[in-house]
């Protein structure tokens, strides 16, 4: 039969629904009640007549007695078993009369579709056998409720097809649904139409025999869903045919939660942006090699550490949530805004030439300089802004990226608040940087470094007492490179620390040589440069470590720092150079007199040792004594020894002993030489 000629399901008149009920009401053969929770105690509100002749109240007591009286056998939270908002229940029960006698009963309890009231059914009991029976059955049946239909796991069960014989209370909850509404093929009204075909071929497959597994979306009866697994195993029921069992795992909040941990993995926790994950994802997503219209913007907030340092750092934190909503706003749809790190932002277009992706940085710059009021202060953001365009030469997204930072370099070094398109030069000499650095990187760990040593001399009689170890780097194609280059090199590039012990150890090792190779004859002491970057707490268990390995006593080392390493943090610098003085090592202050110490300061570190700049020892060939003279005098006045460095004539080592340096040190005196041979000019000193 075609649907259209499938007959319509007849509508029930009101009149006959009214006839029911009365019919049902005043009738002896069915005995009826109605039960509802009346403050918290679940009552009896209303019985027919033939509840009135089985329990022999009047019609006014029983509707107001508690059901726990009618059912005395049930106890506390049982009574719940019976009048249960899911489901239909069916128990054998003894119920109290108004006289006091128990009547064997079957109770049957269905509640409203409102889970409010429950109409509650008394059959007596036939016979003795008839009893028995029934009670047997109601035992089996409570045995599968406790198994079933109490458990928290979701389950259902057919015994045949698609059609459900039983769901249990966990089910129920989940849907928001009464038992009798699911079963039958009711329970797959509440599968999301999407995912029914899914479910419906795994159903078939399992009749078949074996197990299945479908993920599906429930949808339950206020409207929300939930996600859920849902596995099938077969079910073979003798005489009935095929069916299954089925459990349910919601896994809404799982789902919820991993979607919240890969969206925290990928995105900036003050801004919401996508961090430097995703936007290395994003661009190597849609970089096809040597195609163009990907364009990089990369911001830097010009003076946000001013911010920070004057507002503080949750007006910091206020301006980057701002200027991120601004780029936001500011883009076009479609258009990636990133959180690279700190105040650096990135910007990925597609679709765009050079002269669109400039448009977009000055837009940018226009939204970005609108006055936000931080700390009660009016404050107009500026950013340096590089740009870069893919071009045929860019072989991988991640070059790109760093393309586009090397024109924001450019940009900022112009003078701020500026926009730059990559210049091709500096991309070269970048890239070039790059590769310095890489190979700054290997030297270090292959110990490529080499140490020279000039020696220090004593003005009093001339003779050599220390050294000083000078790092030097021969590059296999370029030959030697300067310090000057490759020591700001590895400060920029986070290598210092590396390059720092490779010449602490080093010059270590050498002195132990030396001791071993010329006794006496060796030089007494060894002076070693730290870097500013090396200023922290690990440098004095550092050069603790490198006497120790190479059997040095502490008196044979002397630590260099420049005077202007020193004033950056003045207080944390004292404290470093006290746990190097209670090693025993001496310390000198490098440079002194070029930077811009407080002399006040200088009174309090603990220091042995002034070295006079060599710009200052180069000015006695013309005359001027002031400021070499003023340092040496300094440096007695404070209790300190002086070193001058740079000497380059015996004039220039006579006039600096006349003025009262302790110590000398230059290509007048002695030139750089290699470990070996400083212990071979050492020996020739001796002899």
């Known amino acids: 039969m075609s649907a259209s000629t499938v007959p319509a399901e007849p509508l029930v008149s009101p009149e006959i629904v009214s006839s029911i009920f009365y019919g049902a009401a005043v009738s002896d053969a069915l005995v009826l009640l109605v039960a509802e929770m009346v403050a918290g105690t679940p009552r009896l509100t209303w019985g027919n007549e033939g509840a009135v002749q089985l329990l022999g109240y009047a019609l006014s007591d029983l509707c107001a007695l508690p059901v726990s009286a009618l059912v005395p056998t049930l106890r506390g939270g049982e009574i719940k078993l019976l009048l249960r908002r899911e489901r239909s229940a069916r128990m054998s029960l003894p119920v109290r009369t108004a006289s006091g006698a128990l009547v064997e009963t079957v109770v049957l309890c269905t509640p409203s579709p409102s889970g409010r009231m429950w109409t509650l059914r008394l059959v007596p009991a036939a016979n003795e056998q008839e009893r028995a029976l029934r009670a047997t059955a109601d035992a089996h049946e409570r045995r599968f409720a406790t198994l079933t239909e109490r458990s928290p796991i979701p389950t259902l069960l057919s015994e045949q097809g698609m059609r459900l014989a039983h769901v249990n209370d966990a089910f129920c909850s989940l849907t928001g649904l009464q038992a009798e509404q699911l079963l039958g093929t009711g329970w797959m009204a509440v599968v999301h139409p999407d995912d029914l075909d899914g479910v419906i071929e795994q159903v078939v497959a399992v009749l078949g025999g074996g197990d299945g597994e479908a993920q599906a979306r429930l949808v339950r009866d206020d409207g929300t869903e939930r996600t859920t697994v849902i596995r099938f195993a077969h079910l073979f029921t003798p005489g009935v045919g095929a069916g299954f069992v089925g459990t349910i795992e919601d896994i809404t909040d799982r789902l919820a939660f991993e979607a919240r941990l890969a969206h925290q993995a990928n995105h900036d926790p003050l801004t919401g942006l996508p961090n430097r994950t995703l936007l290395a994802g994003h661009v190597a997503g849609r970089f096809r090699p040597g195609s163009s219209g990907l364009a990089c913007l990369f911001l830097d907030l010009d003076n946000f550490k001013v911010v920070n340092d004057s507002l503080g750092h949750a007006a910091g934190d206020e301006l980057l949530v701002e200027v991120a909503a601004r780029l936001r706003a500011t883009v076009r749809p479609g258009d990636l805004v990133a959180r690279f790190g700190g105040d650096e932002f990135v910007v990925i277009c597609e679709g765009v030439d050079e002269a669109d992706a400039v448009t977009l940085a000055e837009r940018i710059g226009a939204a970005l300089a609108r006055p936000l009021r931080l700390g009660g202060v009016d404050v107009r953001p500026h950013a340096s802004v590089g740009v870069t365009v893919q071009t045929a030469e860019h072989t991988d997204a991640e070059e790109l990226i760093r393309d586009c930072d090397i024109a924001m370099y450019q940009a900022k070094a112009g003078g701020k608040g500026r926009i730059t398109v990559l210049d091709q030069q500096?991309?070269?000499?970048?890239?070039?940087?790059?590769?310095?650095?890489?190979?700054?990187?290997?030297?270090?760990?292959?110990?490529?470094?080499?140490?020279?040593?000039?020696?220090?001399?004593?003005?009093?009689?001339?003779?050599?007492?220390?050294?000083?170890?000078?790092?030097?780097?021969q590059h296999a194609e370029r030959g030697a490179i300067s310090p000057a280059t490759f020591v700001a090199l590895a400060e920029d590039s986070g290598l210092i620390s590396g390059l720092g012990l490779l010449v602490l150890d080093e010059t270590c090792r050498q002195l132990a040589e030396w001791d071993a190779a010329l006794g006496v004859s060796a030089p007494g002491r060894a002076n070693v440069n730290v870097s500013a970057l090396q200023l922290d707490g690990n440098l004095a268990q550092q050069v603790a470590d490198a006497l120790a390995r190479h059997g040095l006593h502490a008196s044979r080392l002397s630590v260099e720092i420049t005077e202007s390493a020193l004033m950056k943090d003045p207080a944390s610098a004292r404290e470093v150079l006290t746990e190097l003085r209670a090693l025993g090592v001496q310390l000198a202050i490098d440079d002194f007199g070029t930077g811009y110490s407080s002399l006040a300061y200088l009174r309090h570190l603990p220091v042995d040792c002034l070295k006079v700049d060599r710009s200052f020892v180069a000015e006695l060939a013309d005359g001027h004594t002031e400021i070499a003279s003023a340092v040496i005098a300094l440096a007695k006045n404070l209790g300190l020894s002086t070193v001058a460095e740079g000497v380059e004539t015996a004039e220039q080592a006579a006039e600096l002993a006349r003025l009262g340096a302790g110590f000398l040190q230059g290509f007048r005196l002695a030139q750089p030489m290699t470990g070996a041979a400083t212990a071979a000019w050492f020996a020739d000193r001796v002899r």
Request: glycine share 2%; charged share 30%.
């Open 426 to 473: 500096a991309r070269a000499e970048a890239r070039d940087k790059l590769r310095l650095v890489t190979e700054l990187r290997q030297a270090i760990e292959d110990r490529a470094i080499t140490l020279l040593y000039q020696p220090i001399f004593s003005t009093a009689d001339g003779t050599p007492v220390a050294v000083e170890s000078l790092a030097r780097w």
